[in-house]
């Protein structure tokens, strides 16, 4: 730190932690052979479901029970922050119709009302007591689209602390440090900092950890959301709740519930702080 810098090591600090706020948490969920546990973490395959609670299967608009698209137990996510909405318990899951063919789903046609979120705020551990897979009172999404008829096992990866494609924190420098001691960095602030400083602050939020790296998937909970021919339309209130990945198979999975794309999932802080998914707002964005 430069001795006669008009920017003490104090406020370099400060706005340090305010860049690294601006970040989003991000859990990677990283698929796994094996029989998936029907009380933890899954994508495709059979749902949890309690025998008790049958009669509230979700339906579509004409009657017939979705087939599971993922469910994430949120006890299996290990690493949190403070500053995460997330419950530290109980389960979600996200519901589709399956159709019989490779592309006879709502998704691919861009139907968002027969996409059906449940969640348990306390999961029971007996599997007596539910549903069996194989069950013919609960469909599953067809092999054509997850290629495993009992779903993968999802590990959720570490936390990640992901900020917008092509995100530049220059300006936030600038406007961080105008405001907290009234200096303009003008146009090219992070050379200034430096030179002002001697402390490079390029390297703020370029870390990413293994995990980000090895993921042939972008199914996640929180984060930014993807954009493959638009961008994202979430509102200002909204947050990235889920993203699953629709695609076609890469080494030996297979995710395809549309065509490639993705579908997200975009809820209030406020509901999802109240576990109230009912105004969870869906975007489909797919070839």
């Known amino acids: 730190m430069k001795e006669d810098s008009p920017i003490s090591l104090e406020m370099v600090e400060s706005c340090k932690e305010y860049i690294r706020g601006l970040t989003i948490p991000t859990y990677y969920l990283k698929l796994a052979n094996g029989e998936a546990s029907l009380t933890h973490s899954h994508i495709g395959g059979y749902p949890y479901w309690p025998k008790s609670e049958l009669h509230h299967y979700p339906k579509d608009t004409d009657g017939f029970a979705l087939g599971l698209i993922a469910q994430i137990r949120f006890d299996d ?91 530049d924190y220059e300006a936030d420098i600038r406007s961080y440090i105008l405001e907290k001691i009234g200096l303009d960095l003008g146009t090219k602030a992070k050379s200034t900092f430096k030179s002002l400083t ?13 995990s980000y790296k090895y993921h042939s998937f972008l199914i996640r909970l929180g984060g930014v959301p993807s954009s493959l021919n638009r961008e994202p339309k979430m509102s200002a209130k909204h947050i990235n709740f889920f993203t699953f990945e629709s695609r076609g198979k890469q080494q030996h999975y297979y995710t395809l519930v549309g065509d490639c794309g993705f579908v997200q999932y975009y809820i209030s802080k406020e509901d999802l702080l109240n576990l109230d998914f009912n105004n969870v707002e869906v975007e489909i964005d797919m070839c």
């Open 198 to 210: 001697g402390i490079s602050a390029s390297g703020w939020l370029s870390n990413r950890p293994e």
């Open 77 to 167: 996510i290990e690493q949190r922050c403070n500053n995460d909405y997330y419950p530290n318990h109980g389960m979600i899951q996200f519901f589709g119709r399956c159709g019989e063919g490779e592309y006879e789903t709502d998704v691919f046609n861009g139907e968002k009302r027969n996409l059906k979120i449940v969640y348990w705020e306390n999961v029971i551990e007996d599997e007596s007591q539910l549903l069996h897979k194989g069950d013919p009172s609960i469909p599953k999404v067809n092999s054509h689209l997850i290629n495993s008829d009992d779903g993968f096992n999802v590990n959720i990866a570490t936390k990640d602390e992901q900020v917008p494609k092509n995100y």
